[in-house]
């Protein structure tokens, strides 16, 4: 019993475009897994808030004298070093008193901070790559935090979306008859909704956060994926493979799983990657509305709503940073989706 022809990943190596943007999506995934140590700030949410250093440019490097204490929890903590007490950011270092005293001058502002000689403190520096936000937080490490917070919420939509979706329209288009009937009629009817408002009420009854999200994400982009699959299926199981299998009394689940879903992987991947690209798109623009993922915890949609005034008031690169990133997701994820349209199965 053949099986219909599979998917070829050997001829999707054949589309530069694709791979390439299927390289640069894999290097912002594992980027974003390991957002913590590729940072320049590993406190939660990368958070750490600095307001001397407030609105740095990019590639700036500030130097901080950390005083060595046994009260790790006092002030701005440079974390990384045993007992640190607070970092004081400086431009020049004065010694008063014949050496007794230290005063170092505030990096911003006329605000100095006196330490005496006998005190332990070590000088560090830290470069901002990408600049500091109006409180003084690192760009670099929050937006690496929001990626892996807005990819991961697109992974997990996806996958919910991929489960409910080949479920349901595997069921209806195998099966056929009244279940195909009741099943379409749903379909249809999420179809009919739009997806936005879907989201949008969605997150409302189900609260604010990241786990809200992806579920609201989820259950509102299995239409497609479930079309896709019924269509595919219909044509299918009419196949010599599907009717010899039947006869042969394979059990449905087993003949859908092994033999039909393997023969329709490509459509699902084309419809996969589309729907990645639009789960992005909603959470950023849920989280830029405020009903997304609620602030500390950056997002990509949040970095832009709270930096959107620097519009068109100085520091551009505020709000470009967040909207470059999420353009750039969307479009690898379309070159992807239309690199795998466009191949043919063995």
Not at 5 to 25: D, E, H, I, M, T
Not at 99 to 123: I, K
Not at 307 to 312: A, D, S, T
Request: with cysteine; hydrophobic share 50%.
């Amino acid at each position: 019993m053949n099986s219909p022809s599979r998917f070829s990943f050997k001829n999707w190596l054949q589309k530069p475009a694709g791979v390439v943007a299927g390289c640069y999506l894999a290097l912002l995934s594992l980027m974003a897994l390991f957002s913590p140590w590729l940072g320049n700030d590993g406190s939660p949410n990368a958070n750490r808030q600095c307001l001397p250093c407030r609105l740095a440019a990019p590639g700036q490097e500030i130097q901080f004298a950390v005083l060595l204490r046994n009260s790790p929890n006092q002030g701005n903590v440079f974390i990384g070093y045993p007992d640190p007490g607070p970092s004081i950011p400086f431009h020049e270092k004065t010694e008063l008193r014949g050496g007794t005293l230290f005063r170092f001058n505030g990096y911003s502002g006329p605000s100095s901070q006196w330490v005496a000689a006998d005190e332990q403190y070590q000088v560090l520096s830290r470069r901002f790559v990408l600049g500091a936000d109006p409180l003084g937080r690192d760009l670099w490490s929050r937006l690496l935090m929001g990626g892996r917070i807005s990819l991961g919420i697109g992974w997990l939509s996806v996958m919910v979306a991929l489960i409910i979706g080949i479920a349901l329209g595997a069921l209806a288009g195998f099966i056929g008859g009244k279940i195909d009937a009741v099943l379409s009629f749903i379909i249809n009817l999420t179809w009919s909704v739009p997806t936005l408002l879907l989201v949008m009420t969605l997150t409302i009854a189900l609260g604010k956060g990241w786990l809200p999200t992806f579920l609201a994400v989820g259950l509102s982009t299995w239409v497609e994926i479930a079309r896709v699959t019924r269509a595919e299926i219909m044509g299918l199981k009419k196949r010599d493979f599907a009717l010899a299998g039947t006869v042969l009394g394979l059990p449905a689940w087993r003949l859908i799983w092994h033999h039909i879903l393997p023969g329709i992987r490509g459509p699902l991947l084309v419809v996969a990657a589309a729907n990645f690209a639009g789960a992005v798109l909603i959470e950023s623009g849920l989280s830029f509305l405020g009903l997304g993922v609620q602030p500390p915890a950056p997002t990509w949609g949040n970095m832009m709503e709270s930096h959107r005034h620097f519009l068109i008031s100085g520091h551009l690169h505020l709000i470009l940073v967040p909207g470059l990133a999420i353009l750039s997701v969307v479009l690898a994820f379309i070159v992807l989706g239309d690199s795998l349209k466009n191949l043919r199965r063995l």
